[in-house]
């Protein structure tokens, strides 16, 4: 009779590792839990404009006035998670040991 079960874990080829800085979702039509995350960073703008004085040197920069009353953040989506109700529980159970562990840790090196 097997006594034990041995996973064995591969990497898919495409497999890239990213870091994300929060998670946007919630449930679907049928109930399972998309969980997008994103990396927050600074707005890349995709042009700016600046004044050119007669000699053709560059000058300051022309801000919009609307621009300069808000901060531009952009939120990229990194990866997107889909997983049913009872996965999504495993999978808080599992970041929930790893979180007091690492509460643990900081604790302990103050």
Not at 21 to 30: E, K
Not at 48 to 62: A, K, R
Not at 85 to 108: G, M, P
Request: aromatic content about 10%; proline content about 4%; hydrophobic content about 35%.
């Amino acid at each position: 009779m097997v006594e034990k079960i041995r996973y064995e874990y591969k990497c898919a080829e495409n497999y890239n590792p990213v870091y994300v800085t929060g998670v946007y979702g919630g449930p679907n039509a049928s109930g399972d839990l998309i969980a997008n995350f994103f990396l927050e960073h600074p707005y890349i703008a995709k042009e700016e404009l600046f004044n050119l004085s007669q000699n053709g040197i560059i000058g300051d920069q022309v801000k919009d006035e609307e621009q300069s009353k808000t901060l531009p953040v952009s939120r990229s989506i990194q990866v997107g998670v889909i997983m049913n109700i009872e996965t999504a529980r495993v999978f808080r159970d599992w970041i929930d040991v790893y979180i007091k562990n690492s509460e643990a840790l900081k604790v302990e090196t103050k």
